[in-house]
């Protein structure tokens, strides 16, 4: 839908910007509906002012980054979509690192490793933004390899203004915030993080192993959102039935030599037929079942079988995904 104000603010402030773009082109795992406006402010001080102007006039809106844990239905139609990627820049200071909100996480990390900066070498493969990183307190095998870890404050402008927030008053928890939970409104500009010095080729080290064991353990980032659902065992393990049944297959498995990669898919396959859900085989991942994969146009038809799935075998309702509709 034309909104002319819009526009026309848009052009005195210089502020670039597309018309009836089709999403399926801009997100990570090409899913979305249309926006009648995309806007790419080109830094955060554009970016504020932009914001304070959705705010004011209470126009919907979806902000965005790399998008990498977002799944925008294809029947969803957003009046205005807000990227940060633009907001891309930071600043090595004596005693933080001060980043725009959306500086990529992974090559962030390994420029402050290659800096000789701590608490980044578990993070050179996580995908996604500082500003959502923050948001979704994004972790890597332990919480404590997280952005929020480092993170001292941020910039953040809410729809009564400019605020400066420190770490402690966003409430992190397991891959949420008060941000996330909504309970604080409001769009990161700028971070600060905590700068500390450690030994390079340790560091390096780290890096690489980490990037190792992830080729392993984990799906690449194509058409896919990582983890799916919350971790289970964060939840409680799976049900006594179907840890028995799966006890019992993996033994005959590693009776008959499977190694482990095979052993998982055929894992998989087994838990998702016993449990009446073998059409989503194609669609969850062979190395960790969380993970669901967007491999074509049927897995939206059966994403709500995954999480129907998701909630027999773990009893969790809790998407790490954030799900746009």
């Not at 404590?144 to 809410?158: G, H, P, Q």
């Not at 052993?263 to 194609?282: D, Q």
Request: with cysteine; glycine share 4%; net charge positive.
């Amino acid at each position: 839908m034309k909104n002319e104000l819009l526009e026309s603010f848009l052009a005195h402030k210089t502020i670039p910007y597309e018309t009836d773009v089709d999403l399926k082109k801009k997100t990570w795992i090409h899913r979305g509906g249309k926006a009648d406006y995309f806007i790419m402010p080109q830094n955060t001080l554009s970016l504020e002012i932009l914001m304070t102007y959705l705010y004011h006039n209470k126009i919907h809106h979806l902000l965005i980054g790399c998008t990498s844990n977002l799944y925008v239905l294809n029947s969803t139609n957003i009046p205005v979509v807000v990227s940060t990627l633009h907001c891309n820049q930071y600043a090595i200071k004596d005693s933080v690192i001060e980043c725009d909100c959306g500086v990529q996480v992974a090559k962030l990390a390994r420029q402050m490793i290659n800096n000789g900066i701590k608490g980044f070498e578990y993070l050179t493969k996580l995908p996604g933004t500082i500003g959502a990183a923050i948001c979704n307190n994004s972790s890597v095998k332990k919480p404590e390899n997280s952005i929020a870890e480092r993170l001292v404050d941020i910039d953040i402008i809410t729809p009564s203004g400019l605020r400066t927030i420190k770490a402690a008053d966003l409430h992190f928890t397991f891959r949420s915030s008060d941000l996330k939970k909504k309970v604080l409104e409001g769009t990161i500009l700028r971070a600060r993080l905590r700068k500390e010095t450690g030994n390079i080729v340790e560091m390096q080290q780290i890096a690489k192993e980490n990037e190792a064991e992830r080729l392993v353990l984990l799906d690449g980032p194509s058409q896919n959102l990582g983890c799916t659902v919350h971790r289970p065992f964060c939840n409680g393990p799976m049900s006594l039935k179907y840890r028995v049944l799966c006890s019992a297959y993996s033994k005959f498995l590693s009776f008959w030599g499977k190694d482990e990669l095979n052993k998982k898919k055929l894992l998989k396959n087994f838990i998702l037929s016993v449990t009446g859900h073998k059409r989503l085989i194609p669609y969850v991942s062979d190395k960790l079942i969380i993970t669901f994969i967007w491999k074509d146009e049927n897995a939206d038809d059966v994403f709500d079988e995954y999480l129907e799935f998701m909630r027999e075998i773990y009893k969790t309702d809790q998407i790490e995904i954030e799900i746009i509709k």
